[in-house]
């Protein structure tokens, strides 16, 4: 594991660039961090009159991760302030110390440090910060692009249309006219037992509009094949078949060990 | 939180869109020149970044600074990002 980091300051900067990059991006659900950049802040927007939240790209976040080098950081008595530039943009982060663990994350991160923030995501008077409950530095490097690949992502995902549900499965239930909207579970099941007719594309669709199912797409650690099987009421090598053609294209991707997949269109 | 000062990725090709620009990249240090260090852009061309600090030959470095033409950029920050970054 890389152990090094030292940085240096060179002369001043010319005129600012204007803005250049503006991702960001973030996972709904409340549960996990969502992924962040400081110069997301085009998309950034008051979620209600509750000044503590935030919504970004329509879906209110609280709990973020940044990643970007600490500057001018100050300890206080009981807390320590820092600023973290992230290249996109620079946010000022407060990290209470209650504990002598506290004190002891802090002590080991410095300006000029690349330091991963976890922490919410506060306004005051109109001006963001961050309420850091995790500092921690950057030992390997690769977490930095991993961190805005993962924004980009996450971005990507909540800001493009959700694909459309097959019209084939909806021939025994009412027609959605909205692309988004879920269909009820089993009933194609048993249209498609009756049809007997399984062409390749039909069965990668309907295993696909099960991990795009929304009560799925929720699920971190994801679904397996049985549960797939007692969705769809298919044979098991025909939906093996399926999963791996899927994760060979890079669809799907297993989470918690090889049995469960999760669709890479989640977050 | 201010975002007055965001720095593209680039890479050799990009960067001659972004001349005179804030931009960050990360090159592999190739040789050393008393300040002025040369490496290999992301996409295999040699970039010359002034005002860097002494980093040895073979390590990836990050480079954030202005893009003074199609092939140098002039150094305000660089960080040593070691002689593995990337690799699978």
Known sequence: MYGGGGHYDGGDGAANANSLFGGGGFVPSQSTAAPESSGGGSGFSKASDDKSNFAINGVEVSTVRLVGRMLGKVERVTDVVFTLDDGTGKIDVNRWQNESSDSKEMADVNDGNYVIVNGGLKGLQGKRHVIAYSVRRVTNFNEITHHFLHCIQVHLDLTRPKPCLPSQINASTPTPGHANQAWPPNNQATTFSASGNTAGNDVSSLVMSVFHDPAIIEREDGITVPYIMDRLKLPEHVIKDVIKKQEDEGNIYNTIDDFHYRSAMNG | ?88
């Open chain 2, 1 to 88: 939180m201010e975002t007055s000062s965001p720095a593209a990725f680039v890479n050799a090709e990009i960067l001659t869109m972004f001349v005179g620009r804030r931009v960050r990249t990360v090159v592999q240090v190739q040789r050393n020149e008393g300040g002025m260090v040369v490496g290999q852009s992301p996409d295999g061309h040699p970039l010359t970044i002034k005002s860097a600090m002494d980093i040895p030959v073979s390590h990836f470095m990050e480079v954030y600074g202005i893009a003074e033409n199609n092939q140098t950029i002039r150094a305000e920050v660089c960080t040593d990002f070691g002689p593995s970054f990337g690799e699978i």
